[in-house]
């Protein structure tokens, strides 16, 4: 095969083939964003360049936070044919499938586990495209794809490269080009029709049922009004109300807040259709808020905060509103975020998501395909267990 170099982070070369041109962006600014745009299915917010642009433009990634774009772009004549949202990484922080252990072990034999190339979405633990191409020429693009990801690992002295949360059939595809595959659970709503909430509640048990309206009335007791704004209702005020209850989550957790209120109002402009902010008034003063995204097909639940506890408010603006907007605009899917067992008894049921993984030479191959063999059975024996508590009648 003829090989050609095109290159612009380093002195190293990247092959590629004659007929196309494999380049990596430090900066998305530079990939034509209608172009990349054109290669995402199901309107995927997080995928899209606009979302990714305002990362960047906000300085929610970069050195400061250990995401340095790499974004790989495949271009024909010119003409984007494929991408691939990438990052160096300096830590494992906002990924959502952990590591820690790796580097450890990397540490441990005087390896260097960091810097690694990570593709996902910063901070975002949703699944989607991460082998950006039209299903036509996947085949023909998803190859050159990961090969450049992995050559660049390999010239830039990395220990590997991860892609995290990728849609089903990528996913499937990259396991058999011999990849390791590491499974998690998440928790995942579905909407098989309904008409209304009511609908809903109908199919659960009465238990939940019962639990589920009394965790609703004790919200509309407290004397709560919900709103539901978009990009082009919500305001600069309801933004800066939204960030500090942001802000607030993460000082409480003892984390670091990436976002900025810059990004928020950014995003809502750029994609106005695609946002879901849930703000909780009292007494005329707005006092928590949760913010969602939606694709097409797919609600996608992200932050929460609150400037003072109301009992079951949580739930209220992170789960029973997102299933009513669901209902209300057809949307197939609730991704309410990472983890959480208690959504199980508000209509939430486990959902296996995984990650694909390529490491360079260690001494761990083995012990890590162990690893993850053994990861895979306990996430299928808990995914079993938590299949038993469904709140749905049998």
């Known amino acids: 095969m003829n090989w050609t170099v095109f290159w612009n982070t380093s002195n190293n070369p990247l092959k590629v083939t004659t007929s196309l041109q494999v380049k990596i962006h430090t900066r998305i600014a530079d990939i034509p964003a209608h172009?990349?745009?054109d290669l995402i299915q199901d309107n995927n917010p997080f995928v899209r360049h606009e979302f990714l642009h305002a990362l960047e433009k906000h300085q929610c990634v970069g050195e400061k936070f250990g995401w340095l774009p790499r974004h790989l772009a495949i271009y024909e004549?010119?003409?984007l044919i494929?991408?691939?949202p990438l990052y160096e990484k300096?830590?494992?922080y906002g990924e959502f499938v952990f590591d820690h252990a790796w580097a450890d072990a990397w540490s441990r034999a005087g390896l260097q586990y960091f810097p690694k190339l990570v593709s996902a979405i910063p901070y975002t633990p949703a699944q989607g495209q991460r082998l950006l191409a039209r299903q036509a020429t996947f085949e023909k693009v998803a190859p050159l794809l990961l090969q450049a990801a992995q050559q660049l690992a390999e010239n830039e002295n990395m220990s590997g490269c991860h892609i995290l949360f990728p849609g089903t059939t990528e996913q499937q595809w990259l396991a058999q080009q011999g990849m390791l595959t590491r499974h998690d659970c998440q928790f995942h709503w579905h909407n098989h029709g309904y008409q209304n909430f009511a609908d809903f509640l109908a199919t659960l048990t009465a238990k939940k049922r019962k639990n589920?309206?009394?965790e609703r009335k004790r919200v509309s007791d407290s004397?709560?009004?919900i709103r539901i704004l978009d990009g082009h209702t919500a305001t600069e005020t309801d933004w800066e109300n939204f960030t500090r209850f942001y802000n607030n989550t993460f000082n409480q957790k003892w984390g670091t807040a990436t976002l900025n209120q810059a990004f928020f109002m950014d995003v809502a402009q750029q994609l106005p259709k695609q946002v879901v902010l849930v703000l909780?008034?009292?007494n005329q003063t707005c006092i928590a808020g949760s913010l969602m995204y939606r694709s097409d097909t797919t609600l996608y639940g992200r932050f929460w905060g609150s400037d003072q506890p109301i009992d079951k408010l949580h739930f209220e603006a992170c789960y029973y509103q997102g299933i009513e907007y669901c209902i209300q605009h057809q949307l197939q899917t609730f991704e309410p975020g990472a983890q959480g067992e208690h959504k199980i008894a508000r209509g939430f049921l486990p959902t296996l998501t995984q990650s694909s993984h390529w490491l360079t030479d260690n001494p761990f191959q083995e012990s890590i395909r162990r690893y993850t063999e053994h990861?895979?059975?306990?996430?299928?024996e808990y995914i079993k267990d938590c299949n038993q508590h469904s709140p749905y009648r049998k």
Do not use: F, L, P, T
């Open 223 to 225: 004397k709560i009004q």
């Open 375 to 380: 990861e895979q059975q306990a996430i299928a």
């Open 212 to 214: 589920i309206r009394q």
């Open 280 to 282: 909780a008034d009292k």
């Open 90 to 92: 300096y830590n494992s």
């Open 35 to 37: 172009q990349w745009n």
């Open 82 to 84: 494929g991408a691939m």
């Open 77 to 79: 004549k010119d003409q």
